[in-house]
């Protein structure tokens, strides 16, 4: 068994949904590779303690270039807000290491070439966290695709739906509301949530050839918690465009934070000739699927509760009809990361496919402030 000592750096949601999916994947996977929690870096020693213990992180660094230094880590792990995932990953690379990075990769395309440059100069494995591919419905999703079953794709439609910052008195900037804030986040909507739509449409689909799109945002200021005066909003609070994919197929996305009584409602569907599918990450076990092809008089769509041994990743879990849930992306992710070292094939979204998927937000971003067509 060979050891991948981790170093994750930021501890919050995803530090935590990271640290579970470490831990669980390799008590249900099999693999030469086994995570080792070496180190958590967080700025705050005293307010990261119980997060380490409490995970069983066997050390602290307060400095994320400290942490690069250390022998004992092999891999290190991106948690930290939008803005430093550049410096940190292009760092990590320079110092030989394996970056897990969480999207979006960069703030803009041009820092995603950056960083698709170091880590191939580097040659070092790299992952960006598009974990909904892993849902295992979405997984099938795919599987489904790839068989041909639809036929010619017509339409892709994705939304993703949320409404925490309907109040104006939410704030901007700081630990809680840095996604509000452009210079941490890089963009609002777009980078934050339709950045998941595109990765799966991306995969599923196929490339997006170009973008007509219009952003809005409603609250035009907020409180800067850092500073607490009044400065302008200048993220995108909600984002709809169309597309055109590759294969001839047009797509509607639409994202907001201000669709009041959803929380994170991510749903797809896809029609195509024969067959259509749709999935919602509310019921996330299921996948819902018409096939045209049935005798007309039971024909209609069937709901598939995903949790057969013969499914994407449910043979590692319970018995068939038990479901599992939205950390077990992570764990999935995890577990094909750990698969791509013991094979040395490399682990998908890698850097370079997330830079796709950041090319398509900064057109859709070019589109809506230009009101025009842009080519991705
Ligand atoms: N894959 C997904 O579904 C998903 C979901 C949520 C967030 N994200 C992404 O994950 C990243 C983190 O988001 P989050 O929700 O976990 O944010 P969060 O605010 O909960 O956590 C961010 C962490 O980064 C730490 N941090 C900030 N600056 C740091 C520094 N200089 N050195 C060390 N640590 C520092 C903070 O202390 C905090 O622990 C973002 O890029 C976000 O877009 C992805």
């Known amino acids: 068994m060979k ?17 579970n999916a470490y831990v669980q994947a390799p008590n249900f996977f099999q693999s030469e590779h086994k995570p080792v929690l070496k180190a958590l870096c967080a700025r705050n020693l005293e307010k990261a303690k119980p997060f380490a213990e409490n ?52 703030m803009n395309t041009a820092e995603g070439e950056e960083m698709v440059a170091a880590v191939e100069k580097a040659g070092v494995p790299n992952m960006v966290w598009y974990n909904y591919r ?15 079953k639809l036929g010619r794709i017509f339409h892709y439609r994705a939304n ?3 409404d925490w910052t309907i109040n104006a008195d939410v704030p901007q900037g700081g630990a809680a509301t840095w996604r509000l804030d452009v210079d941490a986040a890089g963009s609002g909507v777009t980078g934050d949530l339709l950045a998941h739509c595109i990765d799966t449409a991306l995969w599923l689909n196929g490339s997006i050839t170009d973008v007509t799109a ?40 639409e994202s907001t934070r201000y669709a009041r009584g959803h929380k994170a409602l991510y749903t797809f569907e896809i029609n195509g000739e024969n067959a259509s599918i749709r999935w919602d990450l509310h019921d996330l076990h299921r996948l819902e699927y018409f096939d045209h092809a049935d005798e007309s ?7 598939i509760h995903v949790s057969d041994g013969d499914q994407p990743y449910m043979g590692n879990w319970w018995v ?18 750990l698969k791509s070292l013991d094979t040395g094939e490399p682990a998908h979204p890698s850097f370079r496919d997330a830079l796709e998927t950041q090319r398509v937000c900064d057109a859709v971003l070019t589109s809506a402030k230009k009101r025009s067509w842009e080519n991705v």
Not at 134 to 148: C, E, F, M, T, Y
Not at 321 to 331: A, D, M, N, W
């Open 214 to 253: 219009m952003t809005e945002t409603f609250v035009k200021e907020r409180m800067h918690a850092e500073t607490g005066k009044k400065t302008p909003v200048e993220i995108d609070d909600a984002c709809s465009f169309l597309c055109h994919f590759k294969n001839g197929s047009l797509g509607l996305f």
């Open 160 to 162: 993703f739906l949320q």
């Open 3 to 19: 050891e991948l000592r981790i170093g994750m750096i930021g501890y919050g949601f995803m530090g935590k949904t990271h640290s």
């Open 297 to 303: 008089i039971v024909r209609g769509w069937r709901s």
């Open 134 to 148: 892993r849902v295992p419905a979405v997984s099938l999703a795919k599987q489904i695709l790839d068989s041909g």
């Open 320 to 337: 068939p009809g038990l479901q599992i849930g939205y950390e077990h992306s992570f764990t999935h992710q995890v577990a094909d990361f």
């Open 55 to 106: 995970w069983g992180y066997e050390s602290i660094e307060t400095d994320w270039r400290a942490l690069l230094k250390r022998d004992d880590i092999d891999a290190v792990d991106i948690c930290t807000p939008n803005n430093l995932h550049k410096e940190i990953a292009i760092e990590a690379a320079k110092a030989g290491k394996m970056i897990l990075c969480e999207k979006p990769l960069a």
